[in-house]
């Protein structure tokens, strides 16, 4: 696919604000990928399909995730703000024509993370959490660690999501619960989760 066309998706499908979000985890996927020797292509065209199904509707969602069961990651039933990730994997492969599963899982775990993340899946997930419109304080905290250690920055930020979670009473997906567990040992000795 040519990020002419992933960007036209994006823009068709999301409001100005977070189309603007998107271009901007596009600049920092791929900032991320040329620092870390990933394919800088690749992590702009995850990046910019990452949030395109996120304005859709729970019936519509729902509707995806029970028409591709196998593909839905048992979905339906995980927390709801998983499901928009899933489903632009899901129309990303069945709609819009991405073939590459590198891209197709960077956008599938971008809210939870998991186990065993690929470099692609840690610099979307990590994007995704120091885009330039990102203005709390742990985003420019982030963005300074990931340009140094992408390991560490992963663990630091899957922790402060669990933690922001915790915080304010939401639902926690198991695999983000994983991810944590796996990737703590890089986030600087913190060992909380
Ligand atoms: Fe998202
Ligand atoms: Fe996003």
Request: glycine share 4%; with cysteine; charged share 35%.
């Amino acid at each position: 696919m040519e990020e002419k066309t992933a960007l036209e998706i994006a823009r068709s499908r999301l409001k100005d604000k977070r189309f603007q979000h998107t271009v901007n985890v596009r600049d920092m996927a791929v900032t991320l990928a040329e620092r870390y020797g990933a394919d800088p292509h690749k992590a702009a065209i995850a990046a910019l399909l990452h949030d395109a199904a996120k304005e859709m509707s729970r019936e519509e969602l729902l509707q995806i995730i029970r028409d591709n069961a196998i593909m839905s990651e048992n979905a339906e039933n995980r927390p709801q703000p998983v499901w928009h990730g899933i489903c632009a994997a899901i129309l990303a492969k069945t709609q819009w024509g991405v073939e590459d599963e590198e891209i197709l899982s960077a956008i599938r775990c971008h809210t939870t993370g998991k186990r065993d993340m690929s470099l692609l899946d840690k610099i979307l997930y990590l994007a995704d959490m120091t885009s330039a419109e990102r203005t709390y304080p742990e985003a420019a905290y982030l963005r300074k660690v990931e340009m140094e250690d992408l390991d560490r920055a992963l663990g630091e930020a899957l922790q402060m999501s669990l933690e922001w979670l915790r915080e304010s009473g939401k639902p926690i997906d198991p695999v983000t619960r994983e991810a944590c567990e796996e990737y703590r040992r890089f986030s600087g000795g913190k060992t909380d989760t």
